[in-house]
């Protein structure tokens, strides 16, 4: 295969059409899904999508540091903890010193973390719903198959052999 050809999005060898890269086709829809989330968020809660993440996180666990946000959400740690300034500023995450380590800061949500967290919750699960619903149960499970192959692939980081 020649430099100026490539096996596009629907399998068939062909001259370089943007819209026909996998990677462009995830990252339209992921700005379309960013763009979807952040106004559902902004109208319903005056949240960015990154403080709803982290908001999420820490409900989930219970408590957490910031790096195991990190960790769990793959977000930026400087991101993270800038957000994370603005949540505690604003009264929606708790931040204590951890007994053990001086360095890292135990997160929980306090009682306005929870309020708008289970106020929240609903909007995001019918948009979930929404989403899914564009999709028959077969398509769902292809799709979540080849998420997982399409992000073990995207650990390979070396293309030149």
Do not use: Y
Not at 13 to 41: D, K, M, P, W, Y
Not at 98 to 107: F, G, P
Not at 143 to 159: C, E, N, T
Request: net charge positive; aromatic share 2%.
């Amino acid at each position: 295969m020649s430099d100026d050809t490539h096996i596009g999005i629907s399998g068939r060898l062909g001259a370089e059409n943007l819209q026909e890269f996998l990677t462009f086709r995830i990252a339209r829809v992921h700005a379309h899904l960013n763009a979807q989330a952040s106004h559902l968020l902004n109208k319903h809660a005056g949240l960015s999508l990154v403080q709803w993440r982290i908001i999420v996180t820490v409900a989930n666990l219970g408590s957490t540091t910031s790096n195991n946000i990190c960790r769990v959400t793959g977000m930026d740690k400087g991101l993270v903890s800038r957000k994370l300034k603005d949540l505690v500023r604003d009264q929606i995450v708790h931040s204590e010193t951890s007994e053990t380590d001086s360095r890292q800061h135990i997160l929980t949500l306090t009682a306005r973390g929870r309020t708008a967290h289970d106020r929240v919750l609903p909007i995001m699960r019918r948009r979930q719903k929404h989403l899914l619903d564009q999709l028959n149960s077969d398509e769902v499970d292809v799709l979540a198959a080849a998420l997982v192959k399409i992000d073990g692939g995207a650990a390979r980081l070396d293309f030149d052999d």
